[in-house]
């Protein structure tokens, strides 16, 4: 069964960090991307950063470049998003995503499975 969990949301001061987690369990993460999203209310859903499952490269929306870093650890099986100097338009919630089994690149097409998502608010 294909389970995706994200984990380390908060609140944050503008300015500050937060580590994202999204462990998956049903596949391993070789070959297959994983993306990260986010829902504000109101707001349309936004893909915020993917990792390719094949070559590893990473992707960012423009307005995160710079102050958000994905990585992957595939012995926990486990994708993380660093998120700094976090600014009040970043509060959403943050969903992780996969397109599996499909070997989709970046960004993914479809979101086919997804976590239950994790709040981050940035307020002072």
């Known amino acids: 069964q294909v389970q995706l969990v994200e984990s380390g949301g908060g609140l944050v001061q503008p300015g500050g960090s937060l580590r994202l987690s999204c462990a998956v369990s049903?596949?391993?993460?070789?070959?297959?991307?994983i993306g990260w999203f986010r829902q504000a209310p109101g707001k349309e859903r936004e893909g915020v950063s993917c990792?390719?499952?094949?070559?590893?490269?990473?992707h960012y929306v423009d307005s995160v470049k710079g102050r958000f870093t994905i990585s992957r650890d595939n012995a926990k099986n486990t994708v993380h998003l660093q998120l700094d100097s976090l600014k009040p338009e970043d509060t959403a919630v943050y969903f992780c995503?996969?397109?599996?089994?499909?070997?989709?690149?970046?960004?993914?097409?479809?979101?086919?499975?997804r976590g239950q998502g994790t709040q981050v608010t940035v307020s002072s």
């Open positions: 995503a996969t397109d599996w089994p499909y070997t989709y690149g970046c960004p993914l097409p479809r979101y086919d499975y």
């Open positions: 049903g596949f391993t993460l070789d070959y297959y991307s």
């Open positions: 990792i390719d499952g094949t070559d590893g490269i990473t």
